[in-house]
């Protein structure tokens, strides 16, 4: 299924390579969308180590649309195909509207070959995107972009809805005021051994892959509290953490790679 993998990541490139603006202008050339998407792509740092990390990035983007129904206002993949871009931080950052409140998504999404290892990256990113600095430095970035103002010239999201969150993203608010509306959700992209040696999907693999998972969940979740718990309302921050395993990494990131060769 690796075909069907990354086409779905392929159809998705879109929206994560580039703003709503450039969206819109585009819209009526999806010829000319995709392959400035493309363009924006192997402008990245990935695309010249060949390690395509964006891969996760973008598989984390539709989760977030498709699973969870978020708003994107900071898509990073575009944000960050100048290498002197100062915009940083998440991989990306979505809005969440519940009720007419909304909830602040800030993920972090890992492409490893060991899931130990991507764990481990995944709690050090969390722990440090948490400072109070990275947290205000992450919010004035989304005051800053377009995205809020397309989402409303959209009907989108309303006016008064759009200001109350730029209010209480302001700088000059406490950010301890926005801790119950953040969530963390980390996707852990890996090569699997248990995945690699099975052709189907049957009760056993199902039982054996949960009973990994939920492990490594656990692993995730113990250490991410030892380590950022002395945050103030650590607690009332939600976390989620979603594993995907897939046979081979190299595999997946070849055929990526060709077909984003395919407009040179």
Request: aromatic share 12%.
């Amino acid at each position: 299924r690796y075909k069907k993998f990354n086409t779905y990541i392929f159809n998705n490139i879109i929206e994560t390579a580039l703003s709503f603006e450039e969206r819109e202008k585009l819209q009526n050339q999806p010829s000319s969308l995709l392959e400035k998407s493309i363009q924006n792509l192997r402008s990245l740092e990935s695309h010249d180590k060949g390690n395509w990390s964006e891969i996760a990035e973008i598989l984390l983007y539709w989760i977030m649309k498709d699973y969870y129904s978020a708003l994107s206002v900071v898509p990073k993949i575009f944000y960050k195909q100048n290498k002197k871009d100062p915009v940083k931080g998440a991989d990306s950052v979505h809005i969440v509207v519940k009720w007419g409140d909304f909830e602040l998504w800030l993920w972090e999404a890992k492409f490893y070959k060991d899931i130990d290892s991507a764990i481990s990256s995944a709690v050090d990113s969390v722990c440090d995107g948490l400072k109070t600095n990275k947290l205000k430095k992450e919010n004035s970035i989304i005051t800053w972009l377009k995205e809020l103002d397309w989402l409303e010239n959209r009907w989108i999201i309303n006016t008064d809805l759009k200001q109350r969150i730029k209010n209480e993203l302001d700088w000059n608010t406490s950010i301890d005021l926005l801790k119950p509306k953040l969530h963390i959700p980390i996707l852990i992209l890996y090569e699997c051994s248990l995945t690699q040696k099975k052709s189907e999907i049957n009760v056993q693999y199902e039982n054996e892959i949960k009973n990994f998972h939920l492990e490594k969940a656990n692993k995730f979740f113990k250490q991410n509290y030892e380590k950022i718990q002395v945050i103030h309302w650590y607690e009332k921050i939600t976390f989620h953490i979603i594993i995907f395993p897939i046979p081979q990494k190299e595999t997946v990131v070849e055929k990526f790679d060709e077909r984003v060769l395919a407009f040179s």
